[in-house]
């Protein structure tokens, strides 16, 4: 079945650092959507992409798509104490079904 | 609009009982999602329905049960419940793009 791996699995960095976290899936994905959750909160909804080596970006937050749509990567200039969370990228199979990456935790030294 | 709401926060259960976790949504999606999430880990699908009177099984439907008699409302059905259905209860609705997740349920099973 369709897996979707992300790595680090954990990451420390000091306020002000550069964060990326990346996201592999085993199969072609029509979409790809990134999340964050924050500690004890619930997954909120970032961004959906769509296009072969689509990039995106939120104000400090850079997104891709990989060429062959089976990877996908967050980037995070100049960390700040409010990037603190969980980040998930999220992919669908064939049907509605949405697996959901590992996760990678951020935490951010002031 | 209040979004997703879910029905009760916490929860401890004892083995052998049951419980209906709540969930309805006023965005009038489709798509309704049931997701659990162990600690330090990523979300795993239960079940999802893609509108009313049709659900079909996620990754992890063992020991659950879903209805989707409404458009709005998703309740979850635990049968005996057992520990290793500790965890955080996640439900989820989205239309064409990203999910919008309820605060969750924090489940005990003791």
């Known amino acids: 079945g369709q897996q979707v791996m992300q790595i680090p699995q954990y990451q420390h960095v000091q306020e002000g650092e550069d964060f990326t976290t990346y996201c592999n899936s085993s199969?072609?994905?029509?979409?790809i959507q990134w999340y964050k959750q924050r500690p004890g909160g619930h997954p909120v909804f970032l961004i959906q992409?769509?296009?072969?080596?689509e990039v995106k970006k939120q104000k400090r937050l850079t997104f891709q798509f990989g060429e062959a749509k089976k990877n996908s990567s967050l980037h995070i200039t100049a960390t700040q104490t409010t990037d603190v969370g969980t980040y998930f990228c999220a992919g669908p199979n064939t049907g509605n079904q949405f697996y959901f990456g590992t996760g990678t935790s951020l935490t951010v030294i002031p | 609009n209040a979004g997703v709401t879910q029905t009760p926060k916490f929860r401890i259960l004892k083995i052998g009982q049951s419980m209906t976790l709540q969930c309805t949504q006023d965005?009038?999606?489709?798509?309704m999602y049931w997701y659990r999430q162990d600690p330090g880990m990523g979300l795993k699908l239960i079940y999802y329905?893609?509108?009313?009177?049709?659900?079909d099984k996620g990754e992890v439907p063992n020991g659950y049960n879903v209805s989707r008699s409404t458009t709005e409302d998703f309740p979850l059905r635990l049968e005996l419940a057992a520990p290793s259905q500790t965890s955080v209860y996640f439900c989820?609705?989205?239309?064409?793009?990203?999910?919008?997740f309820g605060s969750g349920t924090r489940l005990t099973v003791v």
């Open positions: 965005m009038n999606h489709n798509y």
């Open positions: 199969t072609t994905l029509s979409n």
């Open positions: 329905s893609v509108g009313a009177g049709i659900t």
């Open positions: 989820a609705s989205r239309a064409g793009t990203g999910f919008t």
């Open positions: 992409l769509v296009k072969s080596g």
